[in-house]
């Protein structure tokens, strides 16, 4: 679907030619001499019974630019440890499962806490922080990438595309986003359709000097899971431990980085993985659960930048949020139609409605408590409060990976 229309804040780099795989990855073997990269893969074990996981896992051996592979397993028994671990046996690259539910994994999130450091609760967000700290502790890459490890269709190309414009040197960016058409006979992906991208626009609306609502606008994305960036970034960075994480990111991207040095880049034509259910009447799970997460990021974050928010914002932005997410219902038909695809529209109409639920829900908890649950600390806040933490979590990977404790990086 080449085009090459750029808009908003973020560079937008497009699919032109389905060719150049090839010379893609020759380029990122070259880049990888002087800068080395990592692939992070934050999984259930669950995941790894499925068949996109072990499609996954084949088309990676051959990715010869990358110099380690991360995998934050969690809700893994100890066999179930031990088999996945098997599964990357052979593998060219170092491959170092962090073991989430381990011993020494839980000793280490104990001593957070206790030095009053957090890590949040179980989810994608802390398996993402302990794996960019585990890689900052190694020492020995410049950058990270990360993907989800769901994706039924899963091709190398999506991560050379995703590396090379962090890792090309004469392209200066930092931070890349990926995105992606998700698309069957139907059109997927409502949260980012039908709530978040009216959602963001609605507050544009009422807060035009909120210059981080402009940059969201700019991806075609936002809630895409895969990206890329400089160590340095993972270093600084705060996280989410909720299912506002990728919001949460591209806030503290905003933050940390200059708008010239971030891009979102066209990974597939297609993108296919699991589809969470709506779950319109239970707000602790699905789709509701992830709108819920992702405005009280929003809030938080745009409050952060002095934006001031009453309970009569909050009513007028969810009568302006409603209305614009039925005009966007209907040009999403219009789009349906012309490309001959299915289209439910009663159940593009309840997902609203049930956006709408999530987002007054969200209202009322960052009336409540307008700072909400805390981020996870950055790298070098734990590391100025636990001088050791990096030799400690290198020991405790060692530990579970059976490794000698000289060779834990």
Known sequence: MADFYQTGMVTTLHRLHDNGFERLERELERFSETSPMALVLPALYSEFENPAMRRIIGDLAGARYLSRIVVALARATEAEFRHARSMFRGFPQQVTFLWIDSEPIQSLFRLLDERGLTAGADGKGRSCWLSYGYLLAAGDCDIIALHDCDIVNYDRQMLARLCYPVANPNLSFEFCKGFYARVTDRMHGRVTRLFMTPLVRAMEDMA???????FLDSFRYPLAGEFAMKAALARVNRIPGDWGLEVGMLAEVFR????????????????????????????TRGLRRMALDVAKTLFRTVAGEGVVFTRDHFRTLEVRYVRMAEDTIARYYADAMLNGLNFDRHSEELAVATFARSLREAAEEFIAEPLGATLIPNWNRVAAAIPEIFDLLREAAAIDNGWPRAVAA
């Open 256 to 283: 940390n980085c200059a708008a010239a040095r971030v891009c979102q880049v066209d990974l597939a034509d297609n993108y296919e993985h699991k589809h969470q259910d709506l779950s319109a009447d239970d707000r």
């Open 208 to 214: 035009p000097q909120a210059t981080f609502l402009k």
